[in-house]
């Protein structure tokens, strides 16, 4: 998944970007408000973890302007803890709230609570045909068995997961997959899908190439 971070410290952010790297997701940094409004402008984002006081403005402000056109869901970042602040957060559109210092634990949990939500899910398993899915632990479970799968499998089948149905171009696909500054190539879409066509092969669900248009999950596969 692409996250875009909107953070003005630098350790934070390194840190932030480094641990959820690690989870396979794509983050881009933004340092300020102007900078974040660049990214969104030019990129699809799965998730925004936005600061409360950066140096062009206060993200709640930022927020409220920009859910009438921003539907991407929100974790706000903030040292403020008075329950004041974050009802204010909340009412203004995030979709959850967590006080600095936290834990990167606490972190990547609530990002998860958060995509299940606007997702539509109770809890991390997402069904695919007989099989079942589990993008926080990285498995697959398929007629008893279960699967470890590397990070970008993890991340990639995460995304037409959460896209059943739909046609996902390799543009799309790379766009969720990695960030702006990765030297990615569609070539390398097609390499990674192969490999994680390979991984699922008789799983009774598929990733179809829509010829001239992209990438399809069948969830009804044979």
Same mark, same amino acid.
């Given at each position: 998944m692409r996250y875009l971070l909107v953070e003005d410290n630098a350790e934070l952010a390194d840190g932030i970007v480094k641990r959820l790297a690690m989870d396979g997701h794509a983050i881009d940094h933004a340092a300020t408000l102007a900078a974040a409004e660049d990214c969104l402008a030019v990129?699809?984002?799965?998730?925004?973890?936005?600061?409360?006081?950066?140096?062009?403005? %206060?993200?709640?402000?930022?927020?409220a302007r920009s859910r009438a056109h921003l539907e991407t869901p929100v974790i706000m970042l903030t040292a403020r803890a008075q329950v004041s602040d974050r009802v204010g957060a909340l009412d203004q559109g995030a979709d959850d709230y967590i006080t600095k210092p936290f834990d990167f634990l606490e972190l990547e949990a609530r990002c998860r609570a958060v995509?299940?939500?606007?997702?539509?899910?109770?809890r991390n398993q997402i069904a695919l045909g007989p099989a079942q899915f589990d993008p926080a632990a990285g498995t697959l479970?398929? %007629?008893?068995?279960?699967?470890?799968?590397?990070?970008?499998?993890?991340?990639?089948?995460?995304?037409?997961?959460?896209?059943p149905g739909q046609i996902l171009s390799k543009a799309q696909v790379m766009d969720h997959l990695f960030s702006y500054d990765a030297?990615?190539?569609?070539?390398?879409?097609?390499?990674?899908?192969?490999?994680?066509?390979?991984?699922?092969?008789?799983?009774?669900?598929?990733?179809e190439t829509v010829r001239g248009l992209g990438y399809r999950m069948d969830t009804d596969a044979p």
């Open positions: 990129a699809h984002y799965d998730l925004i973890l936005l600061d409360v006081m950066l140096p062009d403005g %206060d993200g709640r402000d930022f927020l995509l299940r939500r606007r997702g539509g899910l109770a479970e398929h %007629d008893g068995q279960t699967i470890d799968l590397r990070n970008r499998e993890i991340r990639l089948l995460e995304i037409f997961a959460r896209h030297e990615v190539t569609e070539n390398a879409i097609e390499v990674y899908v192969g490999r994680l066509r390979r991984r699922i092969d008789g799983m009774g669900f598929r990733i």
